[in-house]
Every structure is written in structure tokens, then in C-alpha cells.
């Protein structure tokens, strides 16, 4: 029997930096972000891309993640339609992947995990919340986002109140690395003891 945490929060919260504390307590971490950039190149995936979005988000027949991200990213129910869109074939490759692991102990790293309905395969949930101005220093330097579009990509994500609405396990990275880590090490010890 598999023991899943999800780990989400809004882009540039901080969830990489929990991704690589939770590897080292033995987890297997899959990045759903890894996972839904394999669904996207399905072929079944881009069809249904392209039926909501239009041709123009290809490039030589494949995606170009650029001109989708300027579609879906436009609007919140552009981002939503990408999510009806994109995430079952995303949590159909996630199951796979949760049963393929070596480790009982898995974690998924998912910005998405409840719009995808993900949430309802795991044990518990944790959400990483940050100030949004700590937010968009991180991914402007991460992906390389001019300041209008980390704007504009921290606007079509959702907001603090989510994600406390529907889990009770915050973790807030605001400061102190350290602590932070530390803090996400004892959440996960106590919730592998329940």
C-alpha cells in the first residue's frame, strides 16, 4: 500500500525547495509538471489542445508552450478551460506512475492537485503559501519571465484562500530556508504517524 502526499501551493511558493527535503526522507517525487509536459506530447492530448485553443499554439506539429501559455494564461477561464482540458490525461499518467514506484512513500508535486481531482488519491495534503512580491522574484529568475509575465502568470493562479479552504496543512516560506525546511520535515513525520 502506497502512502501519497500532495504538495501544492501557487507558482513560486517554494515547492521545489520541500521536493528535494521530501526525496531525502525517501520519498519518490513525482513532478506533475513533468508529467502533464509528457501528456501534452501525446498525440491525444494535442488534438484536444487544439480543438479549444487553435492551431496556432503549434509549432511543426508540436506544441509551442509559449504561444498556449499566452492563450490560457490570458484570462482565469482560459486557464480553467486548459485545465479541463489538459488534466485527465496529466492524472492518467500520474496513476501509472504511482504504481510503478519502488517507494510506498510518494509525493506529488502538483500546482494543480485539486482542479485535477488528484487531491482525492492522497493520504493528505500540504499547501506552501508565499508573499506574492517573494513569488514573482523567484519566477522571474526561475523561468526567465519578464516582470509582466510573472504578473500575469501569478494572477491566473489561485489565491491564498484556496488552498487554505480545503486543507489544514499550510506551510508558510516567508524567510528562514532553514526553518521552512524544517518545518515541512515534522509535517511530514506527523502526518506518516496517523
Given at each position: 500500500?502506497?502512502y501519497?502526499?500532495?504538495?501544492?501551493?501557487?507558482?513560486?511558493?517554494?515547492?521545489?525547495?520541500?521536493?528535494?527535503?521530501?526525496?531525502?526522507?525517501?520519498?519518490?517525487?513525482?513532478?506533475?509538471d513533468?508529467?502533464?509536459?509528457?501528456?501534452?506530447?501525446?498525440p491525444?492530448?494535442?488534438?484536444?489542445?487544439?480543438?479549444?485553443?487553435?492551431?496556432?499554439?503549434?509549432?511543426?506539429?508540436?506544441?509551442?508552450?509559449?504561444a498556449?501559455a499566452?492563450k490560457?494564461?490570458?484570462?482565469?477561464?482560459?486557464?480553467?478551460?486548459?485545465?479541463?482540458t489538459?488534466l485527465?490525461?496529466?492524472?492518467?499518467?500520474?496513476?501509472?506512475?504511482?504504481?510503478?514506484?519502488?517507494?510506498?512513500?510518494?509525493?506529488?508535486?502538483?500546482?494543480?492537485l485539486?482542479e485535477?481531482?488528484?487531491?482525492?488519491?492522497?493520504?493528505?495534503?500540504?499547501?506552501?503559501?508565499?508573499?506574492?512580491?517573494?513569488?514573482?522574484?523567484?519566477?522571474?529568475?526561475?523561468?526567465?519571465?519578464?516582470?509582466?509575465?510573472?504578473?500575469?502568470?501569478?494572477?491566473?493562479?489561485?489565491?491564498?484562500?484556496?488552498?487554505?479552504?480545503?486543507?489544514?496543512?499550510?506551510?508558510?516560506?516567508?524567510?528562514?530556508?532553514?526553518?521552512?525546511?524544517?518545518?515541512?520535515k515534522s509535517?511530514?513525520?506527523?502526518l506518516?504517524?496517523?
Amino acid at each position: 500500500m502506497k502512502y501519497i502526499i500532495g504538495l501544492t501551493g501557487p507558482t513560486g511558493s517554494g515547492k521545489t525547495t520541500l521536493c528535494n527535503t521530501a526525496v531525502n526522507m525517501g520519498y519518490n517525487v513525482l513532478n506533475c509538471d513533468i508529467i502533464a509536459r509528457k501528456a501534452a506530447e501525446m498525440p491525444e492530448t494535442l488534438a484536444a489542445l487544439t480543438s479549444v485553443f487553435g492551431k496556432g499554439i503549434l509549432e511543426d506539429g508540436k506544441l509551442n508552450r509559449k504561444a498556449l501559455a499566452l492563450k490560457a494564461f490570458s484570462c482565469p477561464e482560459n486557464t480553467e478551460l486548459l485545465n479541463k482540458t489538459m488534466l485527465p490525461f496529466v492524472v492518467a499518467l500520474i496513476k501509472k506512475e504511482i504504481e510503478n514506484s519502488s517507494s510506498n512513500k510518494v509525493l506529488l508535486d502538483a500546482p494543480t492537485l485539486f482542479e485535477s481531482g488528484a487531491n482525492s488519491m492522497c493520504n493528505a495534503v500540504v499547501a506552501v503559501l508565499a508573499e506574492k512580491e517573494d513569488r514573482k522574484k523567484r519566477i522571474i529568475l526561475r523561468d526567465g519571465l519578464t516582470d509582466a509575465e510573472a504578473e500575469l502568470r501569478i494572477s491566473a493562479g489561485k489565491n491564498d484562500d484556496y488552498y487554505k479552504d480545503r486543507t489544514q496543512h499550510i506551510i508558510y516560506n516567508n524567510g528562514d530556508q532553514n526553518a521552512f525546511i524544517l518545518e515541512f520535515k515534522s509535517k511530514l513525520n506527523t502526518l506518516e504517524e496517523k
